[in-house]
């Protein structure tokens, strides 16, 4: 019954970890979807928004403007789904729907990459505990998995995914460029 529970614990962790990106995934495919929707209904122009941008404009990225695809870019911080557009000398007109939806979507991600990496939170600590007692009782039922579970919880408090370095002192400084 431990074993079990333990288990179950695990995957519960590993969807905390990873569960949010599924359920982003999946929303943003539901938000984008209805988009489309709203784009083959044939919205009027009136609810249409018109950005005008020259050829140097897209060139020197003014405003922020990064085309993510034909179908979207960002442009002052907002993204934008491209309904249409045309192109007359070197300007081209983009008549495009405020894609606030996936915006918040994307700030939502981005609140929960910052509060999951941030190192020195009492509930990482809770969580790293949590782990390091559930692989003690589902893997090992003696004091052999200690080193094995030490391991662990240093390779997963680690700033990012990477196992710690071996060298931790550079016993010299980098020789010097002689030109």
Known sequence: MKKIISILLVFLI???VFGYFVVFKTMQIFVR???KQSIKNNLPDS????IKLTKTDILTAKNGYRKNNNTEFRLGGNLYDI???KTHA???YYYCINDRKEEQLFAKLDSHIKRTTDQNTPQKQKTTNLLKNI?????FNNKSAEPFTQFICE???ANSMLPPSIY???PSPPPKNRT
């Open 14 to 16: 590993l969807y905390n």
């Open 33 to 35: 979807s209805q988009i």
């Open 47 to 50: 609810q249409l928004i018109l």
């Open 83 to 85: 309904v249409r557009q």
């Open 90 to 92: 070197d300007t081209t």
């Open 135 to 139: 692989i003690k009782q589902a893997l």
């Open 155 to 157: 390779y997963t408090n």
């Open 168 to 170: 931790k002192h550079i």
